[in-house]
């Protein structure tokens, strides 16, 4: 990219308008990344502006086999070839998930002074996501070695964390984190592609089957220690054997304040039919209506993520199971009966919600939905799917919605 001279054209443009360029392509290319890397060699005045893109986001992720000696090799390579881009990073994003294996003694203390000189470095840092899948009995290396006192292992400036419930003590590392959640939570990976890997290798994990319920707790714990500060609070899907009320005592204890809560907590078994008959309950809304009372307690509670209808007691045995994108009008009017109750239900007895979803697909927002100038969330953008309006309220399908909020 050189003019007739030889020059490269770049050359001849100011550094305002080098940056600006930088700006947009990194903005318009959907792979801006690898698009800037190839265009930064054109010259040397044009990569230094390239290098606050290039290395804006530090990735690490693999799903498979061999997952300890990929990481060991990115994190080594990192640290030897371009950690002194450090300042450039905005966001960390690691997803680790493999079968049952022993973790290298090295790999916790080398993946902690990676984040260390990154926390110290970078200025901009803002979003952190920590999804480390290892069985429970392999978490205490990462816990022994992130707490050493001669490690600085703080992230200031980090707003948005997602980290695994085994984790969950480096929620303390970011004192001033205003959105938290589980990595199931805001894992946009589908279930059954989680399972296909999952029963391939064999592994057994907290992610491929029910989720501890001590790790969990201690999450919410650490949720709490952030203070009022701490808007949004995604925990995902939770299996039956929870209990209503000792979960949100542990919510209401740490979180009372909190305005976004995803908790889709099944309040009954997996409702689809077997070979040997339906296994939904018959229809009891008991304990739905005991999860609503328990949300009312929090009186500043805007946003809310709760299980799909399927699994709040609705239905008997006498209606088939229904997929979303299945056509038959009859099925789909019953389906959109239970949600337009379950939310006029939440509605009544929690006065500040808005807006209400089921099972991350579809969401109703109140009539009665304000939007306060002091309100420091950002706004969101209309969902792609309106589906029209019932019983005075907006109804809209968007999968994987909440996961937005993070």
Known sequence: MTSDSGTCIFDYLNDDVLGVICFLLNDMEKDSTSFLKSLSLSCKRF???CLAYIFQTFTLKHVGNNAWEYAMGRLKEWNSAVSQHSSCV?????KLIFGPSRI????????????????????????????????????????ETFQQ???????????????????????RHCPNAEYLSTASAADSTSDSEKWQWRSYVGASTSSGGP???VALTAFI?????????????????????????????????????????????????????????????????????????????FPHLQKLSIADVD??????????????????????????????????????KCP??????????????????????????EAEAEPRYPIGERDGMKWYYQPMGPTRWI
């Open 90 to 94: 905005r966001e960390i994003f690691i």
């Open 47 to 49: 990569r230094t502006h």
């Open 211 to 213: 989720r501890d319920q």
């Open 352 to 377: 500040g919600v808005v807006e209400v979803w089921f099972g991350g697909w579809t969401k109703a927002t109140s009539t009665r939905m304000r939007h306060s100038h002091g309100d420091s969330e």
């Open 149 to 171: 006192k001669n490690l600085h292992l703080i992230f200031p400036t980090v707003k948005r964390v997602i980290v695994s419930e085994e984790l969950h003590y480096l929620v």
């Open 311 to 348: 699994y709040l007691g609705f239905f008997d045995n006498n209606l088939p199971a229904f997929p979303f994108h299945d056509t038959r009008m009859d099925q789909l009017e019953v389906y959109c009966e239970a949600e337009t109750i379950a939310a006029s239900m939440v509605f009544r």
């Open 221 to 297: 714990e650490a949720a709490g220690e952030l203070g009022s500060k701490l808007q949004c609070l995604m925990l995902g899907s939770l299996e039956c054997n929870y209990e209503v009320e000792d979960l949100m005592n542990a919510l209401y204890n740490a979180v009372p304040w909190i305005r976004m809560l995803d908790i889709q907590l099944k309040l009954f078994s997996n409702p689809y039919k077997s070979d040997h008959g339906s296994s939904r309950p018959e229809i009891n809304l008991e304990k739905f209506e005991h999860l609503v009372s328990q949300l009312s307690r």
């Open 104 to 143: 290298p003694s090295e790999f916790p203390k080398l993946l902690a002074s990676t984040l260390s000189e990154i926390s110290t470095s970078s200025q901009r840092l803002h979003k952190m996501t920590l999804h480390i899948d290892i069985d429970i009995g392999f978490a205490q290396p990462f816990q």
